[in-house]
């Protein structure tokens, strides 16, 4: 399935914005997408939710029945059962 951009979304609690980007692909090809997308001149990447209201947000953003091919951006890839943020939080 090719991805599928929704608008770019903008959250005033932190001034960052989101963009839902629908698609079958794996969480490392979806660390690609979003690191190769741009809007007004910001680089993209997955999410890292750090509050309920960001993550209220972003299931907003999402929304519908879509998580079943939606990525964040932390994994366990690096020791299984230890969920970290790609951002080191």
Request: aromatic content about 16%; overall charge negative.
């Amino acid at each position: 399935m090719a991805a599928t951009f929704k608008t770019p979304q903008y959250f005033s609690n932190n001034g960052h914005y989101y963009q839902a980007v629908v698609s079958s692909e794996s969480w490392n090809s979806a660390v690609t997408t979003a690191n190769n997308k741009t809007y007004l001149g910001l680089t993209g990447y997955l999410a890292t939710i750090t509050s309920k209201a960001e993550n209220d947000f972003v299931a907003g953003v999402v929304g519908g029945n879509t998580w079943e091919y939606s990525y964040i951006g932390g994994s366990d890839s690096n020791t299984e059962g230890n969920f970290s943020w790609m951002t080191g939080q």
